[in-house]
């Protein structure tokens, strides 16, 4: 069975750990607790680890997070899924998403990148848009605060508990997606019963 590459986007280093652009590297995180690995150093400038993700037979996934930045992501995504020779079709990459309320999990294939660097980077460095993309919400900012700002601050002491159910369910979006295909992960992550 072809593997899968699920990359979760995010900057390195404790400074930037519980910011809200750092939300798709927690939920690779999450992932590699549920199937009880730990994510090691990839020569490519990743931390990664092979997986099988649940589903009929198991289905072999690679988890990783970028060890660059998050505006740099793209080179070290290419460098793995070369690595394992995985094809964009079979790349899912999770991200903080601004423009999806805060707790919603969303899905899609391809499309624009709406602003987020690290999806213009591995567009540009994939030659594709033709990826898939889990989108964690995070929401608008507050009044007149540049998105840019936004991005880098924590989540609240309030948002913590919510933000901590939200990555839980994108980590099953990921795994529907994988086993089931993109439509029935949509249709479960996006029916008014998924809202909050």
Known sequence: MDSWLVVGLGNPGARYAGNRHNVGAHVIDDLAARARVSLSAHKGGLRAARVHLPGPGGTPAVLAIPTSYMNVSGPPVREIAGFYKIPPERIVVVHDELDIDFGLVRLKKGGGEGGHNGLRSITASLGTKDYHRVRVGIGRPPGRMDPADYV???????????IAVTVAEAGDAVELLVSDGLLAAQQRFHSPAEGR
């Open 152 to 162: 880098l601050r924590d989540f609240s002491a309030q948002e913590k508990p919510e």
